[in-house]
């Protein structure tokens, strides 16, 4: 584990900008799920590909995984992923009023719009504070149920490093909670440090 | 003598954005707290007046700290800097004593207006 390619300075604003973003989408969520929703810090972390499957392990623990990935592009490009908990993704639906246990489908359909919204506010809210203009690739259900160690298959991962924002999202009332990983490759972290300078300087 | 303010952000450059945001013109102390533990042994020597506080942080959040503040009886002014934008949150930290929540970023006219508002800066 390394955050070398950051100065203290770069990896603090990147944690508060992260922090704005990630307010924004709790807020989000609450008004989704009319529940209060639990922030916690942000975690940036530069990893090896194949330290990522372990960190995702730590964060989510033991327990069989679903998760939904959306890619983003324009000046900055990578890739959001939500990762929820088996029973988390049950609950979802109870969440949002279904009265019965959904089909696959429907259960499906709640994770991608809740992954959507979470994304989507996280992420744009970093992008407009270092005003970068980002567009975002339709979300997708990227495996349910598997292994939380094979769900990203880091052996395709070209890039020798990959930053990893961790951002946690839980409710107060209820077991439910989700945890959002933005993944970035070694060229695009040097663009996002360049463009974390730029907002610095002009503080 | 000055006021003395306190500001309680983990982040070095959330403390910055807020003290760069701060009324030029006034007379105050600034101090500077990482966490809710610190910014409670600095309330505790007892000159603080006013407190700019955040709310998540680590090893003591913005909200256990407004309670242990009015547990051990509110003796300054507290005002909410968060990214926390759930109106859940902003309720709660008023009825925790709080007298305003601003959110980050920080505008620094909307930050002159709630002092100016609760008569604590010209």
């Given at each position: 584990m390394t955050t070398a390619l950051f100065s203290e300075d770069q990896r603090d604003a990147l944690q508060e900008l992260t922090n704005i973003g990630m307010g924004q989408a709790g807020a989000s969520v609450a008004a989704v799920l009319g529940e209060f929703v639990q922030l916690s810090v942000p975690r940036i972390l530069v990893l090896k590909p194949s330290l990522i499957p372990p960190a995702l392990e730590r964060i989510v623990g033991p327990e069989k995984v679903t998760a939904v990935r959306q890619g983003f592009h324009g000046d900055l490009r990578g890739e959001a992923v939500v990762v929820y908990g088996v029973a988390h993704c049950r609950e979802l639906a109870d969440l949002m009023g279904y009265d019965e246990v959904p089909d696959e489908a429907t259960e499906h359909e709640l994770l991608l719009d809740v992954s959507n919204v979470l994304i989507g506010a996280c992420l744009g809210g970093l992008a407009e504070q270092i005003s970068a203009e980002m567009g975002f690739s339709a979300p997708s259900?990227?495996?349910?149920?598997?292994?939380v160690g094979s769900l990203?298959?880091?052996?395709?991962?070209?890039?020798?490093c990959a930053l990893f924002v961790e951002v946690n999202f839980s409710l107060e009332k209820r077991s439910f909670a989700c945890h959002l990983i933005m993944l970035l490759p070694e060229d695009q972290i040097l663009v996002l440090r360049d463009a974390i300078d730029r907002f610095l300087a002009s503080l | 003598m000055a006021s003395t303010v306190l500001v309680v952000d983990d982040s070095a450059m959330a403390r910055k954005m807020l003290i760069r945001s701060l009324p030029a013109t006034w007379d105050v102390e600034v101090r500077q707290a990482t966490n809710g533990l610190e910014a409670l042994a600095a309330y505790r020597q007892g000159d603080v007046d006013l407190m700019f506080l955040?709310?998540?942080?680590?090893?003591?959040?913005g909200f256990q700290v407004l309670e242990t503040l009015r547990a051990e009886g509110l003796n300054c002014l507290v005002v909410v800097v968060s990214a926390d934008i759930q109106p859940e949150a902003q309720e709660r930290v008023k009825r925790l004593g709080a007298i305003a929540f601003v959110k980050k970023p920080v505008d620094p006219e909307k930050l002159g207006g709630v002092l100016r508002e609760y008569g604590v800066a010209l």
């Open positions: 259900l990227m495996a349910t149920e598997v292994e990203l298959d880091v052996s395709r991962m070209d890039s020798p | 955040d709310l998540t942080m680590p090893e003591m959040d």
